[in-house]
C-alpha cells in the first residue's frame, strides 16, 4: 500500500507472506489460506496468480514468482461475489457443512496428539469428545442462540483449540527433548475436556440462554440421560450416558464461574485465581480498574489461547520444529 504523505510503497500481509515461501530454499509444500469471503475487488488482483502465470504482480512494481511447492487455499463460504473468471482459474471443491460433519475434526486431532500422548488415554478422549460434542452441538442450535451465528464445525475447533491449551506444552520443541507428560494426565486431560467444552463452546453462546447450557453440562457430567430428557435424536448411538469422573465436587453453582488449575487438577472460583485487588496510593480516580470475574475469566481464557498458539507455532504440526505458513 501507498503511504498517503510520503507516496512510500509499504508490502502488505500477503506479499510478506508469499515472498516469504518464495525465497524458501526447502522442498517443503508451503500452503497460503485466506479464510475470508471472496471481495469482487481484490480477488481480481490475483488473476495472474490464479492462471498458469503464478506471478504476484503488485502495485511497486515489483513481480513475485510462486514455486511449484507454494499452493493458494480459499476457505469461502460461497461464491457471491466472485466472477466467472476468478471461479475458472481455480479448482472447486463443494463440502456441505452437515455432510462433513464435526466427527471428523475431533478425529483428526485425536490422531496429532497421539504423537505425544498414551494411545489408549487418547482414544478415551476421543469417545468423550465424540459424546459430549454430539449432545452439545444438537442441544446448542435448537434452544441456545448465538450473538455472531456461527456452524457446528467452528464451535467444535474452538473447543479443541480450548483443550489444547492445557496439553500442547507437554509436546517437545524439538525431537531430542522427552515428553513431559504428568503422572496425572487422564485426571488433567479429563477436567480439561470439561473446560473446554465451557469455554470452547458455551463461551460463543449469548448471555440470555448460556445458563441453559451451563446446566446441560451439569448434567452430562451427573451422569443424567439428556438423550431422553431433551428428546435427543442421538439416544441409538449413546443408548447409556458415559461416564465422566471429574474433580468439580459440589460447592458450586454455574460451570461458568469456576476456573481448572491444571497443577492441583483442581476447580477453583474465578475471583480466587487472583489476589484481592488493592488500590495503588495515589492514583487517580480514572485510572483504577477493578477486576471483575468477566474480566478476569476472558483475560485468562485469551491469555491461554495467545500463549498456546506460539507455542504451537515453535513445536510445528508434526513436532520437527517446523511451522507452515498460513493465512488467518
Known sequence: MNDEDSGEWTDGVLALKI???ANSDTLDRKWIIFDGPVDAVWIENMNTVLDDNKKLCLSSGAIIKLKPTMTIMFEVEDLTQASPATISRCGMVLLEPHELGHNVLITSYITDIISFIDEKL????EALFQYIGDLSVEFIYRKCKFPVPTGPNFVI??????????????????????CKIPGNAEEVCINALLFAFIWG?????????????????????????????????HEEKYPEPLKIKTTLGTEYTSLFDLSFEPDQASWISWMKTQAPY?????ASYASVIVPTIDSIRTNSVLGRLLVNKKHTLLCGPTGTGKSISVMN
Open 19 to 21: 515472498a516469504g515461501c
Open 122 to 125: 487418547a482414544r478415551k478422549l
Open 157 to 178: 475447533d474452538n473447543m479443541l483449540k480450548m483443550f489444547d491449551t492445557f496439553i500442547r506444552f507437554w509436546k517437545p520443541v524439538d525431537e531430542d527433548e522427552p
Open 201 to 233: 463452546i458455551g463461551a460463543q453462546i449469548d448471555e440470555d440462554t448460556r445458563a441453559m447450557y451451563d446446566t446441560f453440562l451439569q448434567e452430562i457430567v451427573l451422569g443424567e440421560d439428556v438423550n431422553a430428557k431433551y428428546d435427543l435424536e
Open 278 to 282: 488493592e488500590v495503588p496510593i495515589g
